[in-house]
C-alpha cells in the first residue's frame, strides 16, 4: 500500500476504495459518523462508489480483480454508520457541554448546539436525525450535538437504526444495480450527482421552512388586519361618543 498516496487522496474516494477495500471503507464510515475528526471524508460518494465497485462493473472503475463483497458491505457499513453516531452521541452525553463550550474551538462551536437545538424543535427528533444521515457534515456533528441535549438514549438508538440502514443500504445500491451505467462517467459525474441526492434528501426541511415563513407572514397580516380593526372600532366608538 503507498502511504503517501493515500495521505494525499484522503477526500477521494476512488483511491480510498483502491487502497483500504471492504474493511478500510466499514471503518472509515464508523470514522466519519462517530469520530468528531471524520467530518471531512466523502461518506456519500464513497458508499455510492462502494456500490459501483460490488457490481459488474467493478473491473472498469478499480481494475481487474477489486470487486468488492456486496453482501460484507450491506452487513458492514450499517452496523458501522449506527455504531459510529451512537458513539458520537454518548461523546455529546459525557463532554459535550465542555465541547462545544469552548470560545476559541473553531470546529466544536456553540452556536451547533443551538442551531440542532432549533432543528430538534422545528422537525422533531426522529425526523432530525434520519435527516441528518444524508447531509455531509451535518451527520458528523448531529449526533454529539443530540447526546448534549439529552436526547434519550433509546429514542436516538431507533431514529439512528433506521437513518442508518436507509443511508448506507440506498447509497450501496444506488451504485451497485446501477453501476454498469454509471461507470464510464463515474469520474465525472459521481459529485454532481451526490450532490442532487443530497438535495433530494433536504427538500424536506426545505419544504417545512418555506412552510413556516408562510404562515408567519400569514400571521403577521392577520395580526395587521386585527389591527387595524381595532383601530376602526375605537375610532368609530370615539365618533359615537362625540356625537
Aim: aromatic share 8%.
Amino acid at each position: 500500500m503507498d502511504y503517501n498516496q493515500l495521505a494525499v487522496n484522503l477526500l477521494d474516494a476512488k483511491s480510498l476504495i483502491s487502497s483500504l477495500g471492504a474493511i478500510g471503507l466499514i471503518a472509515i464510515i464508523f470514522a466519519e459518523t462517530g469520530l468528531l475528526v471524520g467530518f471531512f471524508f466523502p461518506g456519500d460518494s464513497l458508499l455510492i462508489l462502494a456500490g459501483v465497485a460490488s457490481s459488474s462493473a467493478a473491473s472498469s472503475v478499480l481494475g481487474e480483480g477489486a470487486r468488492l463483497p456486496i453482501a460484507a458491505l450491506l452487513i458492514g457499513a450499517p452496523i458501522a454508520a449506527v455504531a459510529g453516531a451512537q458513539l458520537g452521541h454518548l461523546i455529546g452525553v459525557r463532554v459535550g457541554p465542555r465541547l462545544f463550550d469552548k470560545p476559541e474551538s473553531k470546529i466544536f462551536r456553540r452556536e451547533y448546539v443551538l442551531k440542532a437545538e432549533e432543528y430538534f424543535e422545528k422537525f422533531g427528533p426522529g425526523k432530525a436525525v434520519v435527516l441528518a444521515r444524508f447531509m455531509p457534515i451535518v451527520r458528523t456533528f448531529l449526533n454529539p450535538v443530540a447526546g448534549t441535549l439529552k436526547m434519550p438514549a433509546k429514542t436516538f438508538l431507533l431514529w439512528n437504526v433506521i437513518g442508518g440502514v436507509l443511508w448506507t443500504e440506498s447509497m450501496l445500491l444506488i451504485g451497485y444495480f446501477f453501476g454498469d451505467a454509471l461507470a464510464p462517467v463515474i469520474d465525472k459525474y459521481l459529485i454532481p450527482a451526490v450532490l442532487l441526492i443530497v438535495l433530494l434528501s433536504v427538500s424536506p426541511i426545505l419544504v417545512e421552512v418555506v412552510r413556516e415563513r408562510r404562515k408567519k407572514r400569514a400571521g403577521g397580516g392577520a395580526e395587521s388586519a386585527e389591527a387595524a380593526e381595532r383601530e376602526a372600532a375605537l375610532q368609530a366608538g370615539g365618533r359615537h361618543r362625540r356625537g
